[in-house]
């Protein structure tokens, strides 16, 4: 079996994601969760994954805490596994991952699931915007700076995107005048 490398220690925030939910089937409980899945046998019927992968998942989200096991009955012991607040905050995750996906991956008759307003029914399409100023966010936009916590590894990864942001816009700069 080949070792997966962890990214526990990194200190790029989005490797850190990947290392808690990264694998595919988690993301994928993490989705039927919000759709109020709880107990053990829903999730296997809505993913027919193997109850062994599915076992492992369910113990790996609740080590990280996007889950919680709640005991529901007690003969004969049953568990059920809710979103904690840490689960409820990866919402704008699979959000973004399903606007993205019915963006590029969509048959050609459609989208096979629409986000909605749970008032009106209105489809909605969801997006990033910053909290403050709620302006949407684009990549064009934002500029990833060192945070507090940046120690060597993030240092270096941002000051090699600003040297290449800053070549390319030179390159842009002498394209621009040479026509």
């Not at 909605?124 to 500029?143: A, E, F, Q």
């Not at 990864?157 to 005048?177: E, F, H, L, P, V």
Request: include cysteine; proline fraction near 6%; charged fraction near 25%.
């Amino acid at each position: 079996m080949i070792q997966r490398t962890s990214f526990r220690e990194m200190e790029c925030p989005i490797a850190r994601s990947l290392e808690e939910v990264g694998e595919w089937w988690s993301i994928l409980i993490l989705r039927d969760a919000f759709h109020g899945l709880r107990r053990f046998e829903e999730f296997q019927s809505s993913l027919g994954v193997a109850t062994n992968t599915l076992t492992r998942r369910l113990a790996d989200l609740v080590e990280h805490g996007l889950l919680a096991r709640r005991r529901y009955c007690e003969h004969p012991p049953r568990d059920e596994y809710v979103l904690t607040e840490k689960g409820r905050d990866f919402h704008p995750v699979l959000l973004a991952m399903l606007a993205w996906g019915n963006r590029h991956l969509a048959d050609a008759v459609g989208p096979a699931v629409l986000a909605t307003d749970a008032a009106s029914g209105a489809v909605m399409d969801p997006i990033m915007v910053d909290r403050t100023t709620l302006k949407p966010l684009s990549p064009r936009d934002i500029r990833l700076v060192e945070g507090p916590g940046a120690g060597p590894e993030i240092r270096a990864r941002i000051a090699r995107s600003d040297a290449a942001r800053a070549a390319r816009a030179k390159q842009t700069a002498a394209n621009q005048g040479t026509t």
